[in-house]
């Protein structure tokens, strides 16, 4: 049935044999919830304010002096880039439902999420193996409830109870209506918060289940030095999840036009060089951006030399 705010509660627990048992719960569990509003951050008002403030940063050494972009879809790169080790992997279906659900899980207990495909199944196996996982958490429907080795692999039911298993913790709903709007609601979730994104449009099946157990809490990965990282609604939701889960603050540029939209050249103004990190396909090439940078920055500095020559000129 579709997941409902007044819902009763149940658990399938697949273990790593492919067993499944499952019993009824008559534990209730419900969320507060509120529609998702967009904010936004104070935007500078010049190219060196906007230049002076992203140089201005402390970053982590590992972070070397160059634009990256990350534009691949299931998510397993940004798993690599920002996750050595992790207990935990939380593996969704490739739908919007299930990215918002175990992206907001992901978020909440600093976990690292990849898209389910057949096309990734052996690359998310060695995944697996290479971060030591011990526990998989699948939403939605995924193609690895037979597993191998020491890490057991259980489903998410769909429920609020569920997610107080999983955490401890009660959350609060986020209701997002806009397609859209997803990439932007999981950006301004609150690493190690507990709140979860849900996606309207695409509502999840939901069952009843005995107690789950938890999705082990890591903590945040970017000792609060990571790049700045830059994304748009057209960016693969998975990648912000992943660097939000690091720990970073993903800010979405409302466009890639440099040139035109100030807002989005603030965010990046000054890295050209680096360390810059992008999501997507539609930053181009780590060079084409980079490229973008200088000409949007050389762009908006003639401007505004040039008015505020006019304005000396009007005095005088």
Same mark, same amino acid.
Request: proline letters at 5%; glycine letters at 6%; one cysteine or more.
């Given at each position: ?12 627990? /697949? ?23 967009? $904010?936004?951050?104070?935007?500078? *008002? ?28 299931? +998510?397993?790169? *940004? ?8 207990? *935990? ?9 299930a ?7 992901? /978020? ?30 699948? @939403? +939605? ?5 037979? =597993? ?18 999983? =955490? ?22 609150t ?6 994104v ?17 999705v082990?809490?890591? =903590? ?10 830059v ?6 939701? /998975? ?35 680096g ?9 181009? $090439?780590?060079?084409?951006?980079s ?14 030399? *040039?008015? @505020? ?8």
């Amino acid at each position: 049935m579709p997941r409902l705010n007044h819902r009763s509660v149940v658990a399938a627990v /697949i273990a790593a044999s492919g067993l499944v048992v499952s019993s009824c719960s008559s534990v209730q569990q419900n969320f507060e919830s509120r529609p998702f509003e967009k $904010t936004t951050s104070a935007i500078p *008002t010049a190219i060196n304010q906007a230049r002076s403030e992203n140089l201005n940063r402390f970053v982590d050494d590992a972070y070397p002096n160059r634009v990256q972009v990350i534009a691949e879809d299931f +998510g397993l790169e *940004t798993v690599r880039e920002f996750f050595r080790q992790s207990r *935990t992997l939380i593996v969704v279906e490739n739908r919007d439902g299930a990215i918002a659900r175990g992206a907001s899980i992901g /978020i909440a207990q600093y976990a690292p999420v990849v898209i389910y495909d057949r096309s990734v199944h052996g690359e998310i196996r060695q995944l697996i193996e290479d971060l030591r996982v011990e526990r998989v958490l699948t @939403v +939605g429907k995924v193609g690895i409830a037979d =597993s191998t080795g020491a890490f057991e692999v259980f489903n998410d039911p769909g429920t609020d109870q569920a997610l107080a298993d999983f =955490s401890a913790h009660e959350f609060e709903q986020i209701e997002v209506s806009d397609p859209a709007n997803l990439v932007h609601a999981l950006s301004q979730l609150t690493p190690g918060g507990k709140q979860e994104v849900v996606a309207t449009w695409d509502p999840l099946e939901t069952r009843e289940h005995d107690p789950l157990p938890a999705v082990y809490a890591q =903590s945040r990965r970017d000792k609060e030095m990571a790049p700045v990282m830059v994304a748009t609604n057209e960016s693969p939701a /998975i990648s912000v999840a992943n660097a939000t889960a690091f720990g970073a603050k993903v800010r979405v540029m409302p466009e890639t036009d440099l040139t035109s939209n100030f807002e989005s050249l603030a965010m990046v103004a000054g890295l050209a060089d680096g360390p810059l990190i992008a999501f997507g396909r539609q930053f181009g $090439t780590s060079r084409e951006f980079s490229h973008k940078i200088r000409v949007a920055e050389l762009s908006a500095q003639r401007a505004e030399n *040039t008015t @505020v020559s006019k304005s000396k000129n009007t005095k005088s």
